[in-house]
């Protein structure tokens, strides 16, 4: 069983940056990967970028447009999605998710935080 836990969150003007952090424990595995997704009020959870925690490949939601960065610490077992010019739109609650293989499809993750809060006022 993996647990996960978010953290970074809060209220940032249009133009800001915030930093998600996403803590991995239990659980054995050689390889894996590790995403963040985000969900609005009223809208499906929705893919930002993956990490593959074996060789450090990245991929990313086109809507992204090089405003966000995904990566890890090894030996934290920490993912990281630094966020740039923060746009109201982009207010949401943010996931990490786990899973076998890097994936842009919820789905695919067997296990997922609880969230963190972005709100990004304008």
């Known amino acids: 069983q993996v647990q996960l836990v978010e953290s970074g969150g809060g209220l940032v003007q249009a133009g800001g940056s915030l930093t998600l952090s996403c803590v991995a424990s239990?659980?054995?595995?050689?390889?894996?990967?590790m995403a963040w997704f985000r969900q609005a009020p009223g809208k499906e959870r929705e893919f930002i970028a993956t990490?593959?925690?074996?060789?450090?490949?990245?991929g990313y939601a086109d809507f992204v447009k090089g405003r966000f960065t995904i990566s890890r610490d090894s030996a934290k077992r920490t993912t990281y999605l630094q966020m740039n010019s923060l746009k109201p739109e982009d207010t949401a609650v943010y996931y990490c998710?786990?899973?076998?293989?890097?994936?842009?499809?919820?789905?695919?993750?067997?296990?997922w935080g609880e969230g963190t809060q972005v709100t990004v006022s304008s």
């Open positions: 990490i593959n925690w074996s060789d450090g490949s990245t």
């Open positions: 998710g786990f899973g076998n293989r890097a994936s842009a499809r919820a789905r695919n993750y067997d296990y």
């Open positions: 239990g659980g054995t595995f050689s390889t894996y990967a």
